[in-house]
């Protein structure tokens, strides 16, 4: 027998396609949003913050680190239940990308933060500057400066991570394949359209993120 | 329904040589494969870095998931058949060389110009030259974040539980299945991942920070 | 602006890549006949083994109950070993059409979206499915389903039959398989799960703490071994072999074997 290609029912499904399209690329922006304030916080704490603390993010780092998304994930959906936390498969999702993508974050950032030299923090201070303009300038923005290819990579492979959220029945692209899938039983048809606009959507963030770096980390600070 | 007893839990635990196996498989087969990106990354030739990058772009812009699925279902379509242990292999491996390619492209970059001019006027030719001057400075700075990646193809063979490949993750579904008891099984899981992940992180990091030390 | 018309460049190029792929794709595969079968001597066949006492495991870990039996059976007629290959619900198809097995004899609902894929033998076995919840939540019509969270099998016969009757307002949860759906409803992460009476059993032995009842009967299913829509001389093979052992008592002595009582008369083969 030979198979025989039929992409009609596949591209029939489209409206169903965009909206898991629009979840995935929400999910992705609200878990890089969340993430990065994590990453600042954490990177933030673990150059300057107390020794306990210190030790507490080193572990969580190095748990995330060293674990697979999968069992993460299913740990939250599953696991904590069974300890009187429950969410929802999507608030599931989100914290588990939360979860995962701060652990790189966190020493991305950190070593931004290290790579810049004690004695600019010196000169913001002897040019009046305050501790949080310090911070945001001085500090913060030549530390991304410095990491932005890491961030932004980690960034893609968080959104490419979306994809196994479909094992805890979130709603995005790829759960969206699997019902269509389960319609059609155009299986290749599906997982190739779904790949394709899961290279759209790394396409799609490349690009923005070229563009932020041009609009807002080249241009010297006014 | 099954008690969670000595046999499950040896099952799962014997399941490890799987995972091993396959990692080691996919990072022999990523390795050959990123060697030749790497390469073709820094060629000379326009067409074969334009061809790299591509592939590369590829790799790392869609999901291992779903390269996992093609890999298993794509060959079928041309009557060759793979089983989950071929196509997991195959596709770990392709997904490998992307990102191998691309660590080791950064890391032949960093050699200095200066070191590719001398070697060039010393009448050495591209072979040569690669493996005698360039490789053994790029192979030290390309240490790190190999074992780096080596930890997440580690933790990515837990998707060819997908489909349907018997390794540490899917031995787990497949006894949690059976017994229910989800959050006993995956956190053993989650340790045992742990404990085979840890020391190479910890490698990595060591030898980065001893290679920025040595830079300074 | 530039960045939008980028945006787009790059896109339409992964388009006209993705096009250029799926024409180049498209190749023949090979028929199964039962004479190849015995010339190459094993029947290769897909069954689950998350769903028992139908498609289990057994200790050794390898596939046991009522399909397995089927298919050793069969494999025993034409005279050649069976190969017996795990699937799951939503990748059972895939594996038919890619020539990965010869026939899935895997608790495979004989329904008319299906028939437009493969070929359906005449039913061999048969189940019950339900919307089970706690006798506590009231469901008496598929209109009580509004605001109820559910979970499923993605590609079961339940998600089609659930999909068809639930309001607006119903959270359906697909999950991978019937197990994590399981998982889901014992760690309360929905309310209901769209189940057959195999899983109840279960239920009520395990976890009667959950008080799961049925509620609303989805449909008697009837199932079918699948082949492939060429391999018209297996299903033919198969027909006879099915009658076969519903006569002479086979069948019957599996039923019994998994599910402790003889077997009733096989339904009829649905029509559409």
């Given at each position: 027998?030979?198979?025989?290609?039929?992409?009609?029912?596949?591209?029939?499904?489209?409206?169903?396609?965009?909206?898991?399209?629009?979840?995935?690329?929400?999910?992705?922006?609200?878990?890089?949003?969340?993430?990065?304030?994590?990453?600042?916080?954490?990177?933030?704490?673990?150059?300057?913050?107390?020794?306990?603390?210190?030790?507490?993010?080193?572990?969580?780092?190095?748990?995330?680190?060293?674990?697979?998304?999968?069992?993460?994930?299913?740990?939250?959906?599953?696991?904590?239940?069974?300890?009187?936390?429950?969410?929802?498969?999507?608030?599931?999702?989100?914290?588990?990308?939360?979860?995962?993508?701060?652990?790189?974050?966190?020493?991305?950032?950190?070593?931004?933060?290290?790579?810049?030299?004690?004695?600019?923090?010196?000169?913001?201070?002897?040019?009046?500057?305050?501790?949080?303009?310090?911070?945001?300038?001085?500090?913060?923005?030549?530390?991304?400066?410095?990491?932005?290819?890491?961030?932004?990579?980690?960034?893609?492979?968080?959104?490419?991570?979306?994809?196994?959220?479909?094992?805890?029945?979130?709603?995005?692209?790829?759960?969206?394949?699997?019902?269509?899938?389960?319609?059609?039983?155009?299986?290749?048809?599906?997982?190739?359209?779904?790949?394709?606009?899961?290279?759209?959507?790394?396409?799609?963030?490349?690009?923005?993120?070229?563009?932020?770096?041009?609009?807002?980390?080249?241009?010297?600070?006014? | 329904m099954r008690e969670l007893g000595p046999n499950e839990i040896l099952f799962i635990l014997a399941a490890v040589r799987?995972?091993?196996?396959?990692?080691?498989?996919?990072?022999?087969?990523?390795?050959?494969?990123?060697?030749?990106?790497?390469?073709?990354?820094?060629?000379?030739?326009?067409?074969?870095?334009?061809?790299?990058?591509?592939?590369?772009?590829?790799?790392?812009?869609?999901?291992?998931?779903?390269?996992?699925?093609?890999?298993?279902?794509?060959?079928?379509?041309?009557?060759?058949?793979?089983?989950?242990?071929?196509?997991?292999?195959?596709?770990?491996?392709?997904?490998?060389?992307?990102?191998?390619?691309?660590?080791?492209?950064?890391?032949?970059?960093?050699?200095?110009?200066?070191?590719?001019?001398?070697?060039?006027?010393?009448?050495?030719?591209?072979?040569?030259?690669?493996?005698?001057?360039?490789?053994?400075?790029?192979?030290?700075?390309?240490?790190?974040?190999?074992?780096?990646?080596?930890?997440?193809?580690?933790?990515?063979?837990?998707?060819?539980?997908?489909?349907?490949?018997?390794?540490l993750?899917?031995a787990a579904?497949v006894i949690n299945?059976a017994t229910f008891r989800?959050?006993t099984i995956?956190a053993l899981v989650?340790v045992v991942?742990?404990?085979?992940?840890?020391?190479?992180?910890?490698?990595?990091?060591?030898?980065?920070?001893?290679?920025?030390?040595?830079?300074? | 602006?530039?960045?939008?018309?980028?945006?787009?460049?790059?896109?339409?190029?992964?388009?006209?890549?993705?096009?250029?792929?799926?024409?180049?794709?498209?190749?023949?595969?090979?028929?199964?006949?039962?004479?190849?079968?015995?010339?190459?001597?094993?029947?290769?066949?897909?069954?689950?083994?998350?769903?028992?006492?139908?498609?289990?495991t057994d200790a050794q870990q390898?596939?046991?109950?009522?399909?397995?039996?089927?298919?050793?059976?069969?494999?025993?007629?034409?005279?050649?070993?069976?190969?017996?290959?795990?699937?799951?619900?939503?990748?059972?198809?895939?594996?038919?059409?890619?020539?990965?097995?010869?026939?899935?004899?895997?608790?495979?609902?004989?329904?008319?979206?299906?028939?437009?894929?493969?070929?359906?033998?005449?039913?061999?076995?048969?189940?019950?499915?339900?919307?089970?919840?706690?006798?506590?939540?009231?469901?008496?019509?598929?209109?009580?389903?509004?605001?109820?969270?559910?979970?499923?099998?993605?590609?079961?016969?339940?998600?089609?039959?659930?999909?068809?009757?639930?309001?607006?307002?119903?959270?359906?949860?697909?999950?991978?398989?019937?197990?994590?759906?399981?998982?889901?409803?014992?760690?309360?992460?929905?309310?209901?799960?769209?189940?057959?009476?195999?899983?109840?059993?279960?239920?009520?032995?395990?976890?009667?703490?959950?008080?799961?009842?049925?509620?609303?009967?989805?449909?008697?299913?009837?199932?079918?071994?699948?082949?492939?829509?060429?391999?018209?001389?297996?299903?033919?093979?198969?027909?006879?072999?099915?009658?076969?052992?519903?006569?002479?008592?086979?069948?019957?002595?599996?039923?019994?074997?998994?599910?402790?009582?003889?077997?009733?008369?096989?339904?009829?083969?649905?029509?559409?």
């Amino acid at each position: 027998m030979s198979y025989e290609f039929d992409f009609a029912d596949v591209f029939a499904a489209w409206p169903e396609l965009l909206q898991g399209l629009l979840n995935t690329l929400w999910l992705s922006a609200a878990a890089m949003a969340i993430g990065m304030v994590v990453s600042v916080a954490g990177a933030l704490g673990k150059t300057s913050g107390p020794k306990w603390l210190r030790w507490i993010i080193d572990e969580y780092i190095e748990l995330i680190r060293n674990t697979p998304f999968l069992i993460q994930i299913f740990m939250i959906y599953f696991g904590l239940p069974s300890m009187g936390l429950k969410f929802s498969s999507n608030t599931a999702a989100l914290i588990a990308l939360v979860v995962n993508v701060g652990a790189y974050g966190i020493e991305i950032i950190r070593a931004g933060i290290e790579s810049i030299q004690k004695g600019q923090v010196e000169a913001g201070k002897s040019l009046g500057m305050r501790p949080l303009q310090i911070f945001r300038y001085i500090i913060l923005k030549p530390a991304i400066q410095a990491v932005y290819p890491s961030l932004t990579s980690q960034f893609i492979l968080l959104m490419l991570n979306t994809s196994v959220c479909s094992a805890i029945a979130a709603s995005e692209l790829t759960a969206v394949a699997g019902d269509i899938q389960s319609r059609t039983f155009r299986s290749f048809e599906v997982y190739f359209i779904v790949t394709c606009m899961y290279l759209g959507l790394s396409i799609f963030f490349w690009t923005a993120f070229a563009g932020i770096e041009r609009s807002f980390l080249r241009k010297p600070t006014r | 329904m099954r008690e969670l007893g000595p046999n499950e839990i040896l099952f799962i635990l014997a399941a490890v040589r799987w995972t091993l196996l396959l990692s080691l498989v996919a990072f022999i087969g990523g390795a050959l494969g990123g060697l030749l990106i790497a390469l073709a990354r820094t060629s000379e030739l326009k067409w074969l870095r334009l061809l790299a990058n591509g592939y590369i772009k590829l790799f790392q812009g869609t999901p291992l998931l779903m390269q996992l699925f093609l890999a298993f279902f794509v060959p079928g379509l041309f009557g060759w058949s793979v089983d989950p242990w071929m196509a997991a292999a195959i596709g770990l491996s392709l997904h490998a060389s992307a990102f191998l390619g691309e660590i080791w492209r950064g890391a032949i970059e960093v050699v200095p110009r200066g070191q590719w001019e001398a070697a060039t006027s010393l009448g050495l030719r591209y072979w040569p030259k690669m493996a005698l001057v360039i490789a053994p400075q790029a192979v030290r700075i390309a240490i790190p974040p190999t074992i780096g990646f080596l930890v997440q193809l580690i933790k990515g063979t837990s998707l060819a539980s997908i489909i349907g490949f018997v390794e540490l993750t899917r031995a787990a579904q497949v006894i949690n299945n059976a017994t229910f008891r989800p959050f006993t099984i995956f956190a053993l899981v989650a340790v045992v991942y742990y404990i085979i992940c840890r020391p190479l992180s910890a490698y990595s990091k060591r030898m980065e920070q001893k290679l920025q030390v040595a830079a300074r | 602006m530039s960045l939008f018309k980028s945006i787009c460049r790059r896109s339409l190029g992964a388009l006209v890549f993705a096009g250029l792929a799926a024409a180049s794709l498209g190749a023949p595969a090979n028929a199964a006949t039962p004479e190849e079968i015995k010339a190459r001597g094993k029947l290769i066949v897909g069954l689950l083994t998350d769903y028992p006492p139908f498609g289990g495991t057994d200790a050794q870990q390898q596939p046991a109950g009522y399909d397995a039996d089927v298919a050793k059976l069969m494999a025993k007629s034409l005279g050649v070993q069976a190969e017996l290959v795990p699937v799951t619900g939503p990748n059972r198809i895939p594996y038919l059409l890619t020539n990965k097995v010869d026939v899935l004899i895997a608790t495979f609902g004989i329904t008319a979206e299906r028939s437009k894929q493969v070929l359906f033998s005449n039913p061999y076995s048969t189940l019950t499915i339900y919307v089970l919840a706690p006798k506590n939540l009231t469901i008496k019509t598929p209109e009580d389903l509004k605001s109820v969270s559910i979970s499923v099998a993605r590609a079961s016969t339940q998600d089609t039959a659930i999909s068809a009757i639930a309001p607006q307002g119903t959270q359906l949860k697909r999950f991978d398989d019937d197990a994590t759906a399981l998982q889901a409803l014992i760690s309360g992460q929905v309310q209901a799960m769209g189940a057959s009476n195999t899983i109840l059993a279960q239920l009520n032995k395990d976890y009667a703490q959950l008080n799961m009842e049925p509620k609303l009967t989805l449909r008697e299913q009837a199932n079918g071994m699948a082949f492939r829509k060429s391999d018209t001389a297996l299903a033919a093979y198969a027909n006879n072999f099915i009658a076969e052992i519903e006569k002479n008592g086979e069948l019957s002595a599996i039923n019994q074997r998994w599910f402790g009582i003889p077997l009733n008369k096989l339904p009829p083969m649905p029509t559409f």
